[in-house]
């Protein structure tokens, strides 16, 4: 975002722009934490870890707040157009994206707690596996569209929003595996159901990223590609 | 008619950050510079189905001074193109051409054609005056002439020969106050002086003027610049009901005035008509690096 945080004949335009970015890439970097920390907290059943995700959440959030400030701020004092005004849609569209990620961490982090019960038996292997195997695939992702942001590459952007059909395709079998472990032996169910959920947070982690390339090429081209097919975007600018 | 049209459209070109690894730009590299390299090629359609005036390659001199650079755009009907640009990018040198009132510089020729109704206005037969009359001009500063405010508006009607008898310039005169958002604030002072009336009024004044002798198009230079808030928001006013008759062209210095009034905008710049297209696009996604830094404030 660097070359639209200058240049500005009123120069606090520029620290305007330049503090939005900042604060948008330190919420991306909470965020990418957060999702990191919640699925080791899982792995590791480690209980203080899951603790600390929880209660992080709230810091999201209050970045949430302050970014939809500071961006109204901008729309009233500086009427911004062109580049500066897609600048400041995205990032409060991203901001949102960012925001809903934390949450869906923070449910990874309140199973991984559940689990840290003593009284609750050990999920099967095949289930930590298949958790492990989606992190894997989802939170790359995630961490990849905040550094298209910080470039403001919008290729890599188009290319990553193709990645999210892997997360997709592996969510998938993921929910296949599990099921299939609920038929073996019904034991498995209540876990099953939980770790269900834990996959489907992972999923929707990989949307919220793609979501945030979407809008990295609104930024950088100004073409709204939420929601189209993927051979559209590869077609480049309008 | 040469445009850019046709070519991929160029994007504003990403700065590099220094001393960190930077992804290759995803951006493509800007037109600035065909235009220091003496190729001249307006980014956008200039042209409109069924315009009401054509300007084609329109070069003004003010003695050496090339002051519009082959400039070519259709004005178009019942709409309202908004020009901007810097001071001194030949925004108003150009829309003076329009009806011809560059005829009034000593210094100043113009070259090319601007057609209206399938003929030229530079023609040596065409009737200046006439062409005042079917291309109306409003100014920055109100002018109303030292008369009643009836007076200035039937000033027009009756050169032009336009009312058989008192009653039908009444009628002109009234219909025209109207249009122009005046006629209940003056009905009843018909007599007094068009200087009596505020600053909003005398513009309104100016307008009424200008429609009362029935013009196909409306030139408007700055015509808020001199106004408080609420008088320039009801010339905007104003000025979208006026499109439904008649086409009007708007040079504003306010990009806020441009984007709020206005279907088409032109970017001027050092006499080069930069850029064309619909205003919404200019305003969230121009295609051309210079119309991005100027509206975004980032020119000079």
Redesign the interface.
Known sequence: M??LT?????RQ?DGDLANLRVMLLEMGGLVLDQAERAVRALLEDNAELARIVIERDGEVDRYDVRVDEESHRILIRR????????AVIAVGKAVADLERAGDEAKKIARYARVLNDDAVPRPAAEIIYDVRRMAQTALPMLRDAIECFD??????AVALMARDDEVDAEFRAVMRRLLTLVMEDSRNLRHTIDAMFVVKALERIGDHARNLAAHVSYL???RDVRHSHSADRDAG?? | MHNASTEEAPVVPAASKAGIDRKPSSRQPALASQFEHGERHTVGDPSVDDPIMSAREVNVYYGDKHAIRNVTLDIARHQVIAMIGPSGCGKSTFLRCLNRMNDTIESAKVTGTIILDGRDIYDKRQDVVQLRARVGMVFQKPNPFPKSIYDNVAYGPRIHGLAADRVELDEIVQTSLQKAGLWEEVKDRLTNPGTSLSGGQQQRLCIARTIAVNPEVILMDEPCSALDPIATAKIEDLIDELRESYAICIVTHSMQQAARVSQRTAYFHLGDLIEIGDTDMIFTNPRHKLTEDYITGRFG
């Open positions: 660097h070359e200058e240049g500005h004949t009123v335009f009427q911004p157009v062109a580049t500066d005004l897609r470039a403001l590459d919008a290729d890599s950088v081209h100004g600018p309008a």
